[in-house]
Each structure stands twice: as structure tokens, then as C-alpha cells.
């Protein structure tokens, strides 16, 4: 068990769930800010779209956490190379896809608890531990919703909303900081109170 800064014991499986829960609110908050157009948009050099990042993630979270204690992470089915196809904009296919990976980690999360931090699960041959697996996918899905959120940025310029504390913001901020823990927030990944931002996105 953890404790939150108010002396709350939190298990580290609540945590990881939490955590999950943020960074899939904050890609679903640049989703809702793109037109199909900028959903679609590639960066300069071929890098990845929003859309594309959203079907890697999911493809990703449904390869890993299929019989997640049982079979191996990168499941023989998965296309890794096919998730990074360039994507169209369709808002809902990208949100058919990104739902369904989704679901199938809140299923394997679901029964876990604490005592199976240190069972072993492989990914790709390699053993690691439940921690250790969870700790990688979150890290993962950090990593690619960052870069949704530049890309967004970057598509929406003056019109972007902030996710996060917006430029000259963080003093206000920091005398009522409402979101530094998942579990204050509401499902859409913010504070209870407002449309506040979860964490900084732009310096």
C-alpha cells in the first residue's frame, strides 16, 4: 500500500488504475478538440497521426492484456506493423478501435489486486514481473498520448484548449492544486470542480 498526501493508504493496483484512467481522459480530450482532417494530419518528416497513435495504443493494450496472466503479451494475432498505417479521420472507427483496447484492460485489471504485483507474466519470451508489466504499458501509454497532445496543439494553435495549466497559470494553480492525484478526478480526467487541466502540456 501507498499513502496519498492525505495520510489515505491507496493499493498500488488503484494507483496503476487511476493513472490509466488520466492519460486516456487526456487523449480523449485532444480527440474531442480535432476536426476528421486534423485527426488524420501526419507531422512533417512521416511521423504518426492522432489516429494512428489511438489504433497503435489500442492494438497495443489488446495484445498485452489479453489473458494477461496466462499468454504471452505480443500475441501472435497482433499486426504491430498494420497500426501504424497512415488512418483516415473517421471519429468512430478511431473510437471503435480505442474503445476496444480499453476494454480489454479495465477486464484484466479488474481482478487484480496487490498480491499479484509479483506473479510473472512474458512479453515476447521475456519474464517480467505484474509490476514491472504494468509499470512498461503505463510508460508506454504516457509516452504516445504526449505526443497526441503536440500534435493537437500543434493542429489547433491559438484555438487549442488547455489540458493541462495553461501558460501563467501556475500560480493560481498552485494555491488550489485539485488533480494531482487520479482518484480526485472525474472520468472525463478532471477536477470535480471545473474544466481545470490535469497536468502541464505547455512548459
Request: aromatic share 6%.
Amino acid at each position: 500500500m501507498v499513502k496519498g498526501g492525505d495520510g489515505t493508504a491507496t493499493g498500488v493496483i488503484d494507483s496503476v488504475r487511476g493513472e490509466y484512467g488520466r492519460y486516456r481522459a487526456m487523449a480523449e480530450r485532444v480527440f474531442s478538440q480535432l476536426a476528421p482532417d486534423e485527426l488524420a494530419r501526419r507531422p512533417p518528416g512521416g511521423g504518426n497521426s492522432v489516429a494512428t497513435l489511438a489504433w497503435h495504443i489500442a492494438g497495443n493494450l489488446r495484445s498485452r492484456f489479453t489473458d494477461f496472466l496466462t499468454t504471452d503479451g505480443e500475441k501472435p494475432w497482433r499486426d504491430r506493423e498494420a497500426e501504424f498505417d497512415p488512418r483516415p479521420g473517421d471519429r468512430e472507427a478511431i473510437l471503435q478501435e480505442w474503445e476496444a483496447g480499453w476494454a480489454v484492460l479495465s477486464g484484466a485489471l479488474a481482478p487484480l489486486d496487490d498480491d499479484d504485483l509479483e506473479r510473472t507474466v512474458r512479453i515476447r519470451g521475456v519474464e517480467l514481473t505484474v509490476a514491472e508489466a504494468l509499470h512498461r504499458s503505463l510508460a508506454h501509454l504516457a509516452y504516445h498520448v504526449g505526443q497526441m497532445v503536440l500534435l493537437g496543439r500543434m493542429a489547433r494553435g491559438e484555438d487549442w484548449e488547455f489540458l493541462t495549466i495553461p501558460p501563467g497559470g501556475t500560480e493560481a494553480y498552485n494555491r488550489d492544486p485539485t488533480m494531482e492525484r487520479a482518484r480526485d478526478l472525474r472520468p472525463d480526467g478532471v477536477s470535480p470542480d471545473a474544466g481545470e487541466p490535469l497536468e502541464d502540456d505547455g512548459g
